[in-house]
């Protein structure tokens, strides 16, 4: 059977954390991402069967937990929606105006928060993965089994979402993707 418990406990132990942050982020909801995280774990580590070192084991959970979001996303845009969901939450914050104070990094953190919130889960996943985890849109693609250029298009229009939603949000720009060109005979 392999030692996978063993790399399921120093992966826990390591990585948990930030396994749960990432999760966090993408779910806004507390419980949510607990069960995100504990589903992407299962998936993992399921029949024995996992990578032989924690880094390795920390990508497939990331994956893991992107892929899931995504997929319960899904999901629940075709059910009947709740009154007084988490969706209310970002209105909720946009109709309540927060006193200024010392926090005010606080105050873009949850702006940010509720901003992302708002998008739709594949731009959200994109975003995060981008700007948020720091890697490039070649990564992302990968991450997520979808062209660089589906990764662009989303980048786009959740940065053009977010920059409504927080008019002095800076994004990095600068991110290209190779384009070979082959020669043809004429046509």
């Given amino acids: 059977m392999g030692d996978w418990r063993g790399v ?10 930030a396994l749960f942050g990432y999760a966090y982020v993408l779910t806004g909801n507390r419980d949510e991402a607990e069960d995100l995280l504990q589903d992407a774990l299962v998936r993992a580590f399921r029949g024995g069967k996992t990578a032989q070192s924690v880094d390795a084991a920390h990508v497939y959970v990331k ?24 969706a209310d939450l970002g209105e909720w914050l946009r109709s309540h105006a927060r006193q200024p104070d010392h926090a005010h990094h606080t105050d873009v953190s ?4 509720a901003a992302l919130l708002t998008l739709a889960p594949r731009e959200r996943a994109c975003v995060v993965l981008r700007y948020m985890e720091d890697m490039r849109v070649e990564e992302v693609a990968q ?10 298009r989303y980048l786009f229009d959740a940065i053009a979402h977010l920059r409504v939603s927080l008019p002095g949000l800076e994004f990095a720009t600068g991110d290209t993707i190779d384009v070979s060109v082959s020669e043809r005979g004429p046509r």
Avoid: Y
């Avoid at 399921?8 to 954390?17: D, F, I, N, T, Y």
């Avoid at 994956?63 to 988490?86: C, L, Q, Y």
């Avoid at 949850?110 to 928060?113: A, M, R």
């Fill in 143 to 152: 991450a997520l089994g979808i062209a660089p250029g589906t990764v662009k």
């Fill in 63 to 86: 994956k893991a937990i992107a892929t899931a979001f995504i997929d319960r996303a899904r999901r629940a845009s075709v059910r009947p929606k709740n009154v007084g969901s988490d």
């Fill in 110 to 113: 949850l702006d940010l928060h």
């Fill in 8 to 17: 399921l406990e120093q992966l826990v132990s390591a990585r948990g954390k």
